[in-house]
């Protein structure tokens, strides 16, 4: 007999007990981790899935399940267990279809379940951005076979960037200058698809001043807001560090709320978008948007009266926000590990934290890999600069070490 969806409790509750508000989330690392905390301290009662056990939002919720979230029977039987009030994608790669028909039955999919499948490959939302709402974007061509993937690079020209449809973290992603590195290209995003498709993006290489964040808070009773620009600079497709507030034109930042304002409503449903734009002169380009809190948005935990991890909470409660305030310039630094192994450790967060505006969050992964995230550090300066400087200062005191498996 298949559930039926829980009726929203009138009042905030206590958690475990009659009447609390429960939220379950898809997906449970350092991101998520933050999100189960911000809601915990309004008595929230969460629980974490992820496909391994130990993952960092797990942690700290009440409870978690492990399981392949890809698969749409697992996922049903988790949420039908759990019956939870607010359904909260916390990474790409889940069973939409599955969240898809939860939502017709009366589920709260946050922050709807079109937003989770547009977002779960690039083509969807590429499609969505470019051709059904006009928005500016590199040209791009898709392919499924090396030889497609020729015709794409030759139509977009070179350098050209290829990307698995549905990867995280930079994973598979690679630029070719020429005909002679679309096979090592086209192999190398193979290896880092998530997922089972075996699809890639072809895009036209835009030659940018720079790339930003725009987070976007779609709120029920307040309108559409935004968080100051977040400037950011990635290496293998991941973010190394990011700053805010980003100095932009008015045009520019015009342009930037214009974008996110479009997506976010195509997309539906209340929450925090992380909307990813390119910069050239005075022309904005769409990049990406994920319908949650954002690595580069790690920094508002530093730099904002409000993080982005209270912001997403409060607009998927329902609750007020008012208004989104800098608090000081400000800047993150990823902690990244030099090798793969388990039971990673870390040296050196007594001079990480000799200032005093500097925050040190390690995310409690329980195992690592070259370059995977392992924590991040975030503070605070006179200007972005002064902080950014601090920021890759303070994280690269800190010393991260493994145990060969």
């Known amino acids: 007999m298949t559930a039926t969806p829980p009726e929203l409790p009138p009042t905030f509750g206590t958690p475990g007990a009659a009447g609390s508000r429960r939220m379950l989330l898809l997906g449970s690392g350092e991101l998520g981790r933050e999100?189960?905390?911000?809601?915990?301290?309004?008595?929230?009662?969460?629980?974490?899935?992820?496909?391994?056990?130990?993952?960092?939002?797990?942690?700290?919720?009440?409870?978690?399940?492990v399981f392949d979230m890809l698969d749409g029977?697992?996922?049903?039987?988790?949420?039908?267990?759990?019956?939870?009030?607010?359904?909260?994608?916390?990474i790409e790669a889940i069973a939409t279809a599955t969240l898809v028909e939860l939502e017709g039955?009366?589920?709260?999919?946050?922050?709807?379940?079109?937003?989770?499948?547009l977002t779960l490959e690039r083509e969807g939302i590429r499609r969505l951005a470019a051709e059904e709402l006009g928005l500016p974007t590199s040209p791009y061509h898709f392919a499924s076979t090396l030889e497609e993937l020729r015709e794409g690079a030759a139509a977009v020209g070179f350098p050209?960037?290829?990307?698995?449809?549905?990867?995280?973290?930079?994973?598979?992603?690679?630029?070719?200058?020429?005909a002679d590195d679309l096979e090592r290209s086209w192999q190398y995003a193979l290896e880092g698809g998530r997922g089972r498709q075996v699809r890639v993006i072809v895009e036209g290489f835009i030659h940018f001043d720079y790339e930003l964040t725009i987070l976007t808070v779609r709120t029920r009773s307040e309108g559409t807001l935004f968080c100051p620009p977040i400037g950011h600079r990635q290496e293998r497709g991941d973010y190394q560090e990011s700053w805010q507030p980003h100095p932009v034109s008015?045009?520019?930042?015009?342009?930037?709320?214009?974008?996110?304002?479009?997506?976010?409503?195509?997309?539906?449903?209340?929450?925090?978008?992380?909307?990813?734009?390119?910069?050239?002169?005075?022309?904005?380009?769409?990049s990406e948007v994920s319908p949650r809190p954002h690595d580069t948005g790690m920094v508002t935990i530093?730099?904002?009266?409000?993080?982005?991890?209270?912001?997403?909470?409060?607009?998927?409660?329902?609750?007020?926000?008012r208004a989104i305030r800098l608090k000081a310039p400000g800047a993150s630094a990823v902690v990244l590990s030099p090798a793969a192994g388990v039971n990673p450790t870390f040296r050196g967060l007594e001079t990480a934290l000799v200032d005093e505006t500097v925050?040190?969050?390690?995310?409690?992964?329980?195992?690592?890999?070259?370059?995977?995230?392992?924590?991040?550090?975030?503070?605070?300066?006179?200007?972005?600069?002064?902080?950014?400087?601090?920021?890759?200062?303070?994280?690269?005191?800190i010393v991260v070490s493994v145990e060969a498996e």
Request: charged share 25%.
């Open 250 to 286: 008015e045009t520019v930042l015009a342009q930037c709320h214009e974008i996110g304002r479009k997506v976010t409503e195509a997309l539906g449903g209340y929450g925090l978008f992380g909307v990813e734009v390119f910069v050239e002169g005075d022309k904005v380009y769409f």
């Open 73 to 90: 029977a697992q996922v049903r039987r988790v949420i039908e267990l759990e019956r939870p009030h607010y359904i909260v994608p916390e």
């Open 359 to 397: 925050k040190v969050r390690l995310f409690g992964k329980p195992d690592a890999r070259p370059y995977r995230r392992m924590g991040v550090v975030v503070c605070q300066g006179a200007d972005p600069f002064e902080a950014r400087e601090k920021a890759i200062r303070a994280a690269s005191a």
């Open 302 to 321: 530093a730099t904002q009266e409000m993080s982005e991890f209270e912001l997403h909470v409060r607009a998927i409660l329902g609750l007020p926000i």
């Open 35 to 65: 999100v189960v905390i911000e809601a915990m301290r309004l008595g929230i009662e969460v629980i974490a899935c992820d496909r391994y056990e130990g993952a960092p939002a797990m942690q700290f919720a009440h409870r978690s399940h």
């Open 160 to 178: 050209c960037v290829i990307k698995p449809v549905m990867s995280s973290s930079g994973k598979g992603q690679s630029v070719a200058r020429s």
């Open 105 to 117: 039955e009366g589920w709260n999919v946050v922050p709807s379940s079109r937003a989770a499948s």
